[in-house]
């Protein structure tokens, strides 16, 4: 019952979002699926890994980065 409830809200929530925040839901929602169904990675970490993290930290480093705000504004557009 209370499974039916949390649905039953969902829909409401989206029944009742502005035309133009559908597609930002869609990529939410997206988004949540793939974290719900994503699998463990249970590869051996490699030095070509290693290699990535060192690279990344000199971009982060070098200021060569997305900042979290901007990554936001350009995924789902002004709020």
Known sequence: MILN???DHLH???D????????AAE???QHLH??????????????DDEEAV?????EIARGDYTSHEEARRQLLGPQ
Do not use: F, G, M
């Open 12 to 14: 409401q929530l989206v």
């Open 34 to 47: 793939l974290l719900a169904t994503k699998t463990i990675d249970d590869e051996p970490w490699t030095d």
């Open 54 to 58: 060192r690279e990344a930290e000199a």
């Open 5 to 7: 409830r949390t649905r």
């Open 27 to 29: 990529r939410a929602l």
């Open 16 to 23: 009742n979002l502005p035309e133009s925040q559908w597609s």
